[in-house]
Structure formats: structure tokens, C-alpha cells
């Protein structure tokens, strides 16, 4: 999963303040200026969203306006998994 991380210039992980992922490490990388790409880590598996904030300031401070999952238990070996997050960055 680090190659993942790297590749798509994930942040490093960090705790959720804002309660949106149960209080999970996640780490994000920034679509735009207000769309964001988020792996939450649930022990040992990885559930991918797609979320929507005012920044990147907020992301795990706050409530995300627009959250929605991806990928539940993503796996990079699954060619599914890997289309899911390669569509949002080309």
C-alpha cells in the first residue's frame, strides 16, 4: 500500500478529529481545492472515500459536506480497486 500512498501523493496518516471515520488514522490527497481523495485505516484493511470540503484544513477537523465510499477494503491486487482511484487522477 505505500507504493499506493506515494504514488498518488497521499498525506502521511493521522488521527480523525472530526468523528466522520470512528476516530481512524487517515491520510488524504487533494483532487482540487475542495475535493479530496481519503483512505481511512480499519485496523488492517483500508476503506477508500471520495469527500468534498471547504479546504484541506478541515479534513479530518470537521464533517465532510459530501462523503462518499469508494472502496470498502481496498486491495491494490484487485484491478476494480485500482480503477476506482486511477478515474479520479487522470
Known amino acids: 500500500m505505500t507504493n499506493v500512498f506515494l504514488y498518488y501523493n497521499f498525506t502521511p496518516f493521522f488521527k480523525d478529529e472530526s468523528g466522520s ?11 482540487n481545492s475542495e475535493h479530496f481523495m481519503i483512505f481511512e485505516k480499519n485496523g488492517e484493511n483500508y476503506n477508500l472515500y471520495i469527500s468534498k470540503y471547504q479546504s484541506k484544513k478541515e479534513v479530518g477537523k470537521t464533517e465532510p459536506e459530501i462523503m462518499e465510499m469508494l ?20
Do not use: M, Q
Not at 21 to 31: A, K
Open 21 to 31: 471515520f470512528t476516530g481512524n488514522d487517515i491520510c488524504f490527497s487533494e483532487l
Open 71 to 90: 472502496v470498502e477494503n481496498y486491495d491494490k491486487s484487485i484491478p476494480e480497486h485500482r480503477i476506482a482511484i486511477r478515474r479520479y487522477f487522470e
